[in-house]
């Protein structure tokens, strides 16, 4: 089973500041990575698939990048509706799809 | 518009069972795979079973493995998780989510129903 590990598990920031949120995988799951949004109460929305290609109807301020073991995913200048728990997930290796256990981006 | 809709959760005797369903609208469970996701109060998310869009072909989490069976209702569009022998660890929020690609399985999750919660507890 490929292990996500995400860092850091808390990053507080200002609205319009840059965000900048790790994924690491235990063994190389070459682009086969996908970035969540979660906000309080609601179901995960797919923001970022195959490294680095935003999903459908997603702002230009959500970058992914990366490959094999390391990826990141930057916000640009944060927006208060940014502000939520982040999560990764790897598909190359499955069945069992993994997730990290996600970063809570809070406003500093 | 896709639309995920899922039901069936609620309070239930540790060792006891549950069904859960999601009902599809805008997709066709016969080209895509979709899943069950499940996240316990507070907690990340964890993949538990899927089913293959073309084939019908299961996957499962080992720690649901011999106790929780997915299905699906081609006729309905309706997926279906039949959960056995419930422990304390299974309450969660179930979540159903479909591939983003069809034709295969093996891709990111583009949709997600609202999700529906299932407590273990004597």
């Known amino acids: 089973e490929i292990v996500m590990t995400q860092s850091p598990v808390t990053l507080s920031l200002s609205p319009g500041e840059r965000a900048t949120l790790s994924c690491r995988a235990s063994?190389?799951?070459?682009?086969?990575l996908a970035w969540y949004q979660q906000k309080p109460g609601q179901a995960p929305r797919l923001l970022v698939y195959g490294t680095s290609t935003r999903a459908t109807g997603i702002p230009a301020r959500f970058s992914g990048s990366g490959s094999g073991t390391e990826f990141t995913l930057t916000i640009d200048s944060l927006q208060s509706e940014d502000f939520a728990v982040y999560y990764c997930q790897q598909y190359n290796h499955w069945p069992p799809y993994t997730f990290g256990q996600g970063t809570n981006l809070e406003i500093k | 518009e896709v639309q995920l809709v899922e039901s069936g959760g609620g309070l239930v005797q540790p060792g006891g069972s549950l069904r859960l369903s999601c009902a599809a609208s805008g997709v066709t469970f016969n080209i895509y795979s979709v899943s069950w996701v499940r996240q316990a109060p507070g907690k990340g998310l964890e993949w538990v079973s899927g089913?293959?869009?073309?084939?019908?072909?299961?996957y499962y989490a080992d720690s649901v493995k011999g106790r929780f069976t997915i299905s699906r209702d081609k006729s309905t569009n309706r997926l279906y998780l039949q959960m056995n022998s419930l422990r304390a660890e299974d309450s969660a929020v179930y979540y159903c989510?479909?591939?983003?690609?069809?034709?295969?399985?093996?891709?990111?999750?583009?949709?997600w129903g609202q999700g529906t919660l299932v407590t273990v507890s004597s």
């Open positions: 989510a479909k591939e983003r690609v069809g034709y295969s399985t093996g891709w990111s999750f583009d949709y």
């Open positions: 089913i293959g869009g073309t084939d019908g072909t299961t």
């Open positions: 063994q190389s799951v070459s682009n086969n």
